[in-house]
């Protein structure tokens, strides 16, 4: 195995051994997005672009040869030259062997580096996910919270009109037995204004008639004291 296709195999055993540890399940998203905050991201970010992109034109290039290294060994000249020279079958064997050795070395990197690639994101994603529906969570939470504590005042909002309108009912009616009261009393003051009127009134005819009757007797006793003069009137 060349150089290049040795680097390449590495490469891969790299990428399954990275897409094994990012699928382990009991490593959250969220500690992938700590990993993945660390400064040396930050400071390899500028340039993971540029060498993601370069490794896919790496591999791609790569493959197509492989591609091409397979249509090659697999021709029919190559089997023609093979049938007629043992030796010759058994190096052409070898060297598409190699070739197809290649292509799968060569497609399973580009493979997997864009499968690392699209894990890592998802894995942001869901991270980003989860903390954006905690705070949801937490939103809703409070939410609930303030909902129920609303619920809590209007209840005792509820209640405390309730008692007032109980404390107001009973006033009403307090108020109106001491008006049914003073009602009465009012009747009971009219009525006595009105029999001591009527007492004044015969108190007054009675005054008149005495009045009167004092005149009278004034007149007869005052006749009585002068019979001549009343006499000596009549004579003339």
Same mark, same amino acid.
């Given at each position: 195995?060349?150089?290049?296709?040795?680097?390449?195999?590495?490469?891969?055993?790299?990428?399954?051994?990275?897409?094994?540890?990012?699928?382990?399940?009991?490593?959250?998203?969220?500690?992938?997005?700590?990993?993945?905050?660390?400064?040396?991201?930050?400071?390899?970010?500028? =340039?993971?672009? %540029?060498?993601?992109?370069?490794?896919?034109?790496?591999?791609?290039?790569?493959?197509?040869?492989?591609?091409?290294?397979?249509?090659? =060994?697999?021709?029919?000249?190559?089997?023609?030259?093979?049938?007629?020279?043992?030796?010759?079958?058994?190096?052409?064997?070898?060297?598409?062997?190699?070739?197809?050795?290649?292509?799968?070395?060569?497609?399973?990197?580009?493979?997997?580096?864009?499968?690392?690639?699209?894990?890592?994101?998802?894995?942001?994603?869901?991270?980003?996910?989860?903390?954006?529906?905690?705070?949801?969570?937490?939103?809703?939470?409070?939410?609930?919270?303030?909902?129920?504590?609303?619920?809590?005042?209007?209840?005792?909002?509820?209640?405390?009109?309730?008692? !007032?309108?109980?404390?107001?009912?009973?006033?009403?009616?307090?108020? %109106?037995?001491?008006? !049914?009261?003073?009602?009465?009393?009012?009747?009971?003051?009219?009525?006595?204004?009105?029999?001591?009127?009527?007492?004044?009134?015969?108190?007054?005819?009675?005054?008149?008639?005495?009045?009167?009757? =004092?005149?009278?007797?004034?007149?007869?006793?005052?006749?009585?004291?002068?019979?001549?003069?009343?006499?000596?009137?009549?004579?003339?």
């Amino acid at each position: 195995m060349t150089l290049q296709w040795t680097a390449v195999a590495f490469f891969l055993y790299a990428e399954i051994a990275v897409n094994l540890i990012l699928c382990i399940p009991f490593i959250s998203a969220k500690r992938w997005r700590s990993v993945f905050g660390l400064k040396i991201w930050n400071w390899l970010s500028p =340039y993971w672009n %540029k060498c993601f992109f370069t490794m896919i034109m790496v591999l791609i290039v790569l493959f197509f040869d492989a591609v091409r290294e397979v249509q090659k =060994y697999s021709g029919p000249e190559n089997m023609q030259d093979a049938k007629v020279n043992p030796n010759v079958y058994d190096h052409v064997h070898m060297k598409l062997f190699r070739a197809q050795r290649n292509l799968y070395i060569s497609g399973f990197s580009l493979f997997l580096w864009l499968i690392m690639r699209r894990v890592v994101t998802l894995l942001n994603q869901v991270a980003v996910t989860l903390e954006g529906s905690a705070g949801l969570q937490a939103q809703m939470d409070s939410a609930i919270k303030a909902t129920r504590q609303h619920q809590e005042d209007n209840l005792m909002l509820k209640q405390a009109l309730l008692d !007032e309108e109980r404390s107001m009912s009973v006033k009403n009616q307090r108020l %109106k037995l001491e008006a !049914e009261k003073l009602a009465e009393q009012v009747k009971v003051a009219e009525e006595t204004v009105r029999k001591s009127n009527a007492e004044v009134e015969a108190m007054k005819r009675q005054a008149k008639g005495l009045a009167q009757e =004092y005149d009278r007797l004034l007149r007869e006793h005052h006749q009585l004291q002068n019979p001549q003069s009343a006499a000596d009137k009549k004579d003339q």
